[in-house]
């Protein structure tokens, strides 16, 4: 169970009626927000440097009980890819933390954390400060960061597209074990015919945020996406032979790659 202070029934906070016409939409959005959906929003982005203090307190206590959103929502697909007995797991971009924590909670003895923002892995760490999850401030693309080769699983969602993916694919790969697995959810541009399929998983991605409660996260975010679904599989394909790519509903794709354990 995650942590969480905002419990089912707990009555949504009353709205707060502030000073100017910016204030008054941003909080009334946010009210309605947590009325339709039952999860309390942050009141501000953790990258505005205004806020950070702010956000950074009340993130601790804003985690719902089973958090969603089209991230977390394809986490169960990695916890199933990682291999039997898996003992060392790494999540490249773990932002709020939360697949770290699931992790530890299927039984993963090590499970490290990394992220290039100070600010949400801090935000990680106290949220799950009672949990075993060693937190690294590190770069993926810097070699000398993270052990090569070390990891049962490696394991990264919605951080491919932050940078060359192609490049940082292929720093993934170096990071698991001979018969380790990568695990990627990513999100990529959509070419004009992938449109009707974006237009689809975007009203679907709406109707599951009302009826399971959207949480967000706050961590960076990077828009849009510098490759295209198409390439991204190509690349992948390249990169990570034999890897198994899959498109999924709410704007999502999937890497699945095991490392072959003869000839590496
Ligand atoms: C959109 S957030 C996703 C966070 C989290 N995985 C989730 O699903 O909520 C992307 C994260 O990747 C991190 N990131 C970006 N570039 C990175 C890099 N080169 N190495 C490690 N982390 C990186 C960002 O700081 C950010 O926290």
């Not at 090569?148 to 990071?175: F, P």
Request: neutral net charge; charged residues 20%; hydrophobic residues 40%.
């Amino acid at each position: 169970m995650l942590t969480s202070s905002f419990a089912p029934g707990e009555p949504v906070r009353p709205l707060v009626i502030p000073s100017t016409c910016d204030e008054s939409l941003t909080a009334y959005r946010s009210w309605l927000f947590e009325l339709s959906s039952g999860v309390r929003q942050r009141e501000a982005c953790s990258f505005d440097p205004h806020f950070d203090d702010f956000a950074r307190v009340r993130l601790t206590d804003m985690v719902p009980e089973t958090p969603w959103n089209s991230n977390i929502h394809y986490h169960q697909l990695l916890l199933r890819a990682i291999p039997n007995g898996a003992k060392r797991v790494i999540d490249v971009g773990c932002g709020d933390g939360i697949l770290c924590a699931q992790l530890v909670q299927r039984g993963v003895e090590s499970v490290v954390g990394v992220d290039t923002d100070a600010d949400v892995l801090h935000r990680a760490r106290t949220r799950f400060s009672g949990l075993p999850i060693k937190w690294v401030h590190g770069d993926v693309l810097n070699p000398d960061s993270l052990p090569h080769r070390q990891y049962d699983a490696v394991l990264s969602v919605a951080t491919l597209h932050h940078m060359d993916a192609a490049t940082g694919l292929a720093h993934l790969a170096d990071l698991a074990r001979p018969g380790g697995v990568v695990g990627v959810i990513g999100l990529a541009a959509n070419d004009w015919w992938d449109l009707p399929c974006a237009a689809g998983g975007q009203f679907m991605r709406r109707v599951a945020s009302v009826t399971r409660g959207y949480w967000e996260h706050s961590a960076a975010m990077a828009w849009p996406p510098p490759a295209t679904y198409r390439e991204m599989k190509r690349s992948a394909g390249e990169i990570l032979p034999g890897v198994r790519y899959r498109r999924h509903l709410y704007s999502r794709y999937s890497l699945v790659w095991t490392r072959p354990v003869a000839g590496t």
